[in-house]
């Protein structure tokens, strides 16, 4: 495991709320921060990027560019910048997510379109755009995707994320074939539940919160992702992998019971 004091890393969805924890992107960038990692962070929410700079600032150097990864000009921005802050970035982590929730037969082609597009290709494109950097630069680079434990396990109601989020953990592998001969290490992590802000949005309290009694670890914290994200920054010796940090999530049934 090496150091990662002074390096630099570009953080997608790494927006805080004021008042309220972060998502996976914040606790991330948190974690990244405080093993000594120069971090840009990156929302298309000014106000919540501009929360998060004033949490981290104090402990670790961080920037900020504020740019949409759904939409594909804004994403060329945020690669341009990601390219030529401090030298240019050598970690990429990026996990923004849109989900539709509505059994398959309510489905849409433009609910499919939609939510594969900013699930699979934004992260994808984006990760082509900052290793082209790491490329042109000679410089080794560590890519970690955000997928989901649905990427693997089933579930209902849910069917073009957890497709789009299998399909980012096979991209996973190819582009950790493809990009290892430039010393370009790309991996994914398969959160399970998280206490997000997101999570708020499509489950009530007393919903949420039966979830985590039944986890048999409990609730993972956007930090406990942020720990495995800097296992995978400071290995050297890890690519194509899919781990899994779920609390147990994946061994019970949870939302057919709720």
Sequence with gaps: MKSLEGKVALVTGAGKPEQQSGGIGFGCALTLAHSGVNVLLNDANQEVLESAYRWIKPQQFCGTFSGDIFEQDQRRGIADVAETWMQGVSILVTGPATT???????????????????????????????????????????????????????????????????????ATKVLAKEWA??????????????????EHKFATDVEIETVKRKL????????????????????????????????GHGLVDLYDQV
């Design 100 to 170: 539709i929730r509505k059994p398959a037969l309510e489905l849409t082609s433009d609910d499919y379109a939609s939510v594969y597009y900013d699930n699979f290709v934004s992260h994808v494109d984006l990760a082509k755009l900052v290793a082209a950097g790491m490329v042109r630069r000679g410089s080794d680079g560590c890519i970690i995707f955000i997928t989901s434990i649905y990427g693997s396990l089933v579930r209902k109601g849910s069917l073009p994320y957890d497709a789009a989020k299998a399909a980012l953990n096979q």
């Design 181 to 198: 001969p430039f010393g370009i290490r790309v991996n994914a992590i398969e959160p399970g539940f998280v206490d997000t802000p997101g």
């Design 216 to 247: 048999p670890l409990g609730a993972a914290t956007s930090e406990d992702i942020g720990k495995v994200a800097v296992m995978l920054a400071s290995s050297e010796h890890i690519t194509g992998q899919i781990i899994r940090v779920d609390g």
